[in-house]
């Protein structure tokens, strides 16, 4: 498997609470991964050691052939150099619960600034970068549109060409949905499923178990900071092996494992339009190697 | 009031304005400098800078200004080191408004919510290009009342360096208590001119606090 993400051994404490205590999985190239679990399961922490937006105090991670962090044979950490990291989370697209979008600056200029002062890129290279990232989303028509400006929906969709402006390999979503009145969670999950049609490497913390069953590849289940079961999403949601598996599906759907024609994300009305732009192309074309992970 | 002691008044004090604006805008300078590397200290993770800082405002902002222009004209050449009255002043009005906005500037860098930093680190952005472009900005507008409340008291307090002997407005007012024996009509202008200097102040503060607003 052409792994573009390994984890190995992850280990994550707070003082003496132990939030990861050994997580391994790969992630392969155009593979799109859901992480469910309860909440305080570790999931989110999980996915910010990735790009180090938390330091792991044990275990090693690799993304794209780099080592972001690894522990030495005396126990003591040893993490990427400053500048490393800076290129490692070039290749990092993440998008947060809470959009955390720049509110000084318009949606373009969201979309810019990281691309011009990271990668050097021309104003008008990075002004037609961001136009089409924004029709791509469905926001076209918002490029002048301050944040505050926006509704939740629209202000998630604009950190995902946020993130995508830096043309990562891989992209984060943590709980993207979460923060956003559920009739506006859908424009949301569109926009990461045609991201995940056009060949893009996703990790997903989320809750939505339909856009996991519908999107991902593969499921992990984690519970007090171990992967407790993992398999092909389908498999994974329909027919739980382990009892907390079924437990927690049975707590978050109020019923039993999905049926197979559950599915199915929607756009909500308004902003259906989504531009026709394919800026993954060139992905999607390299990489149709997904599937569910069996070793 | 006689209206014409009040004219003759005018161009005698008014001679003191460019050392009242020079004082003040220097010491706002290097005071805003100072501040802003005392903010930095003040948030950074090494404690001896965070305990520089600590210090420094405990330190400036705990003893009185004219002691510290007395300090800066009277003992700083006991120690070797003769400053003019000007640059004693610009001294001690620095120190003094370093310590005072220390605290503005942290406030208005921690009044960006920690979720940007994030974005910005996880987009690859350098701690200083976030500070320039996603914290100053933000923080300008948070900022920018109380910085305009400590720059209108130092305006007003460079009055105080009449005492060492700065030829500024108040210096120059006193001049005519003691040339001319009159009080009230010099007293009026020199509390109009600074009136006058200190909504200026307020003006160019509303001025760049609205064009730092929020679009919403």
New interface residues.
Partial sequence: MDALVTVSGLHKSYGDLEVLKGIDFEVARGEVVAIIGPSGSGKTTMLRCI?L?EQPTGGRIVVDGRVVCEQADDGSMRFAEKGEV??I??E???V?Q?F?????MTALANIT??PR??KGMSKSDARDLAVELLDSVGLANKADA?P??LSGGQQQRV?IA??LA?KPALMLFDEVTSAVDPELAGEILLVMKRLAQQGMTMLVVTHEMSFAADVADRVLFIDHGVIVEQGPARDLLTDPQNPRTRAFLHAVLDRAPMTEDDDSITASGEDAGFGSTDLFSEQAAVEPESGPDDG | MDWDIVWESVPLIWKGAGATVTMFAWALVIGTVGAFALSLMRLSAAKPLQWFAIGFGWLFRGIPLLILLFFAFFALPELGILLSPFLAAVLGFSLWTAAYQAEVIRSGIISVPPGQAEAAEALGMTRAHYMRRIVIPQGVRIMMPPYTGNAITLLKQTSLATLVTVPEMALLTQRIFSNNFQFIEPIFVLGVIYLGMTTVLLIISAGVEHAFRLKV
């Fill in positions: 790009n937006l800076r290129e989370r070039e990092i697209g993440m947060f809470r955390n979008l720049f509110p000084h600034e990281a002062a990271v301050y505050l400006q950190a946020r993130a830096m």
